[in-house]
């Protein structure tokens, strides 16, 4: 049994105003990282998840995860992480179990590059989100990620 027929203008529209947040926001972000920390959008979020990646000791992430983490092809991540090491933000290691697999990890000039970018980014994405709010096309899709950053914040029962 099939479900309701979905409208294909309505379908469209809303990937539309999706797209379009995303690009407001994205941009946004970019200006607000290259302009106070010379970090672009996809060189923080690959900070954000090999920081989260490694509390304590012997964290790391393979090149192909961080790929799929931070949405982008072996070759564009592989040249991603050579900037950030060039850079002293990260170093890639051999895998010692595994030697054709390769991995990254964060340095302590990458951790607190990424501690200063985050409040950088945070106040950044605040300001999109309010300025998006201001767009009846785009208020709904705002209400979805306050919606979701309320649950993920709330305490838990």
Same mark, same amino acid.
């Not at 949405?71 to 051999?94: D, I, M």
């Given at each position: 049994?099939?479900?309701?027929?979905?409208?294909?203008?309505?379908?469209?529209?809303?990937?539309?105003?999706?797209?379009?947040?995303?690009?407001?926001?994205?941009?946004?972000?970019?200006?607000?990282?290259?302009?106070?920390?010379?970090?672009?959008?996809?060189?923080?979020?690959?900070?954000?998840?090999?920081? !989260?990646?490694?509390?304590?000791?012997?964290?790391?992430?393979?090149?192909?995860?961080?790929?799929?983490?931070?949405?982008?092809?072996?070759?564009?991540?592989?040249?991603?992480v050579t900037r950030l090491e060039e850079r002293g933000l990260l170093v890639r290691y051999l895998c010692p179990t595994d030697r054709r697999g390769i991995y990254t990890n964060?340095?302590?000039?990458?951790?607190?590059?990424?501690?200063?970018?985050?409040?950088?980014?945070?106040?950044?994405? !605040?300001?999109?989100?309010?300025?998006?709010?201001?767009?009846?096309?785009?208020?709904?899709?705002?209400?979805?990620?306050?919606?979701?950053?309320?649950?993920?914040?709330?305490?838990?029962?």
């Amino acid at each position: 049994m099939r479900g309701p027929e979905i409208d294909g203008r309505v379908l469209a529209q809303g990937w539309c105003a999706l797209s379009l947040l995303h690009d407001r926001i994205d941009a946004h972000l970019e200006k607000a990282l290259q302009s106070a920390h010379g970090l672009s959008v996809r060189e923080y979020s690959a900070l954000v998840v090999l920081s !989260e990646q490694h509390d304590g000791d012997g964290g790391h992430l393979s090149m192909t995860r961080l790929a799929d983490t931070v949405a982008l092809s072996q070759s564009a991540t592989t040249r991603l992480v050579t900037r950030l090491e060039e850079r002293g933000l990260l170093v890639r290691y051999l895998c010692p179990t595994d030697r054709r697999g390769i991995y990254t990890n964060v340095t302590d000039a990458g951790r607190a590059l990424f501690d200063r970018a985050r409040e950088t980014n945070d106040r950044a994405l !605040e300001e999109a989100l309010a300025h998006a709010e201001k767009s009846p096309e785009l208020r709904p899709l705002v209400e979805v990620v306050r919606a979701m950053q309320h649950a993920a914040t709330a305490p838990r029962a």
